[in-house]
Nanobody
Framework: QVQLVESGGGLVQAGGSLKLSCAAS????????FAWFRQPPGKEREFVAA????????FYSDSVKGRFAISKDKAKNTVSLEMNSLAPEATAVYSC???????????????WGQGTQVTVSS
């Protein structure tokens, strides 16, 4: 079964940018959807963005729309999340996940990466 490994987290100042990557261990099914979720300290995990593997459809939460961009590299089996104009409220553990169809709910995602910490300092 596909395994996911995130990378690219770290410490960044407010207003800065960071790019996260999620590498899949094998080529995903064309029907798969990849998403990024984040879990701020002491809060519930929340949806950030998603992308269809076989189409160019993307989905964003209202809180990141216009500042974050999700993309895919089919040759490398990776999904990336470009984050711009970061604010301290974006501090969280960011995880990528895969689902059989688009969804904003964590329950529909059957495989998760281990997560990567993003810290935005003020």
């Amino acid at each position: 079964q596909v395994q996911l490994v995130e990378s690219g987290g770290g410490l960044v100042q407010a207003g800065g940018s960071l790019k996260l990557s999620c590498a899949a261990s094998e080529r995903p099914y064309s029907s798969h959807v990849f998403a990024w979720f984040r879990q701020p300290p002491g809060k519930e995990r929340e949806f950030v963005a998603a992308i269809r593997w076989s189409r160019d459809s993307t989905f964003y939460s209202d809180s990141v729309k216009g500042r974050f961009a999700i993309s895919k590299d089919k040759a490398k089996n990776t999904v990336s999340l470009e984050m711009n104009s970061l604010a301290p409220e974006a501090t969280a553990v960011y995880s990528c996940a895969v689902a059989p169809s688009p969804s904003y709910s964590t329950t529909n995602y059957f495989r998760w990466g281990q997560g990567t910490q993003v810290t935005v300092s003020s």
